[in-house]
């Protein structure tokens, strides 16, 4: 069965600093990986996924994750953080093969300080 | 272009009560998804629809809820007597075809459920 652990529930960090969030995840078929963002009150916006091809992907808002197989990991990284970087973070596997369902982590809330 | 829309955005029931939380899915989208995220849990994948057609529930509990998306008009997530446990937050997700590696689940801002 598929599972997704975001390590860490918060992460802070300074403005200007490295972001990093980390997710590991199990699947047993290959998996497609996403990361969201949710930002008080509103939906979950798609950050990045990986789906085939090149293991390193570059998202929106400067986000990028690579896909390790090898570590079955999907972390998130942005070289630079913002303040308006300050959300909570997601990171989900599709439950099938098809992608119509997905499942998440606890997901990590970001705070940056200035 | 508004988004997906869910409400109530707050819900308050009683124990025994029902519950129906509505989901209007993003313009010209034609496919709904509803996840639960219970306390300190990530969100689960309840059930996928299409208009009039239920295509996965392999996330239903399989008593008390249910789910339609009727040929005109929100989709309804229907909780029926209500219990503490089934305290969460419901999202619904919206795609224009069937979600896919390619196609993207566009999230509402979710309802949550309080059961006293």
């Known amino acids: 069965a598929q599972s997704v652990t975001q390590l860490g529930s918060h992460v802070s960090v300074s403005e200007g600093a490295l972001v990093l969030l980390r997710c590991n995840y199990s699947?047993?078929?290959?998996?497609?990986l996403f990361w969201y963002v949710q930002y008080p009150n509103q939906g979950l916006q798609l950050l990045l996924k990986?789906?085939?091809?090149?293991?390193l992907v570059k998202g929106i808002n400067g986000f990028e994750a690579e896909f390790k197989k090898s570590e079955t990991s999907f972390h998130l990284t942005k070289p630079s953080a913002h303040m308006s970087d300050a959300a909570e973070y997601f990171c989900?596997?599709?439950?099938?093969?098809?992608?119509?369902?997905?499942?998440f982590g606890k997901g990590t809330t970001l705070s940056v300080s200035s | 272009n508004a988004g997906v829309m869910q409400n109530p955005r707050h819900l308050v029931r009683r124990r025994g009560q029902e519950a129906r939380l509505r989901c209007s899915p993003m313009k010209g989208h034609s496919h709904v998804y509803w996840y639960r995220q219970l306390p300190e849990e990530g969100l689960k994948f309840m059930v996928y629809?299409?208009?009039?057609?239920?295509?996965?529930e392999s996330g239903m509990p399989k008593e008390r809820f249910s789910a339609e998306f009727p040929k005109e008009g929100p989709s309804i997530l229907r909780i029926q007597q209500v219990v503490r446990g089934d305290s969460a937050a419901y999202f619904c997700?919206?795609?224009?075809?069937?979600?896919?590696?390619?196609?993207?689940?566009?999230f509402g801002p979710g309802t949550r459920l309080t059961v006293l």
């Open positions: 699947s047993s078929v290959p998996p497609y």
């Open positions: 990986y789906t085939t091809g090149a293991t």
């Open positions: 997700a919206s795609s224009p075809q069937a979600a896919s590696s390619y196609n993207e689940q566009f």
């Open positions: 629809l299409q208009k009039e057609n239920i295509i996965d």
């Open positions: 989900a596997v599709s439950a099938n093969q098809a992608g119509t369902a997905l499942i």
